[in-house]
């Protein structure tokens, strides 16, 4: 009996370390884990958070929910600030304005430009700049925009290309909104 004992003794621990190792590496947590990007789960995320893209053209109204957005063409800038090197580069300025059409205040926080990419050339690169000039007004302070207001917003951004070279700009409206627009190095 008591070699039978000790053998109940070494089993029913073993069986019971196993049931704990399958329920944790089967089981595991609902989310993804820090840093997962590759997972099931992970995956659906991203694209449930993804904003969603829309192609626009640049003059015409654009409707997001109760605004309307106008976002000029690019036009060619004389850079007059002598701390900013635009030799070999081609900066351009966006013009964008938001008209808040709705009944509550809009708040312009996710309002924003980014960085312009080169279509045809992975090695020419572009930056945004906020030079000192002029002729460039500083973004507003205030980014609520009352319901019947408007608020423009200069962008500057360089690019190391050629001109005519296809450029893409994504504007973020809001964390859900994305509008893609293309245009050529002016």
Avoid at 16 to 21: R, Y
Avoid at 63 to 82: N, R, W
Wanted: hydrophobic share 40%.
């Amino acid at each position: 009996m008591s070699s039978r004992l000790k053998k109940w003794h070494f089993v029913a621990p073993s069986v019971l370390l196993s049931v704990i190792a399958v329920a944790y590496f089967t089981a595991g947590p609902r989310v993804p884990m820090d840093n997962d990007q590759t997972s099931e789960l992970a995956i659906k995320e991203q694209e449930s958070e993804k904003a969603k893209e829309s192609a626009a053209e640049f003059g015409e109204e654009i409707t997001v929910g109760d605004v309307v957005i106008t976002i000029s063409e690019p036009a060619p800038l004389k850079i007059t600030d002598s701390s900013i090197d635009s030799t070999g580069k081609f900066p351009n300025v966006v013009i964008a304005t938001i008209k808040n059409q709705g009944s509550a205040v809009f708040e312009a926080f996710s309002f924003s430009l980014g960085t312009p990419i080169i279509d045809n050339n992975p090695d020419a690169f572009c930056e945004q700049l906020f030079p000192m000039q002029d002729d460039v007004p500083a973004q507003p302070d205030n980014l609520e925009i009352e319901a019947g207001g408007e608020r423009t917003f200069h962008w500057v951004y360089m690019c190391e290309a050629k001109k005519g070279d296809p450029v893409s700009l994504n504007i973020t409206v809001t964390d859900t909104k994305l509008l893609a627009l293309k245009t050529a190095i002016k």
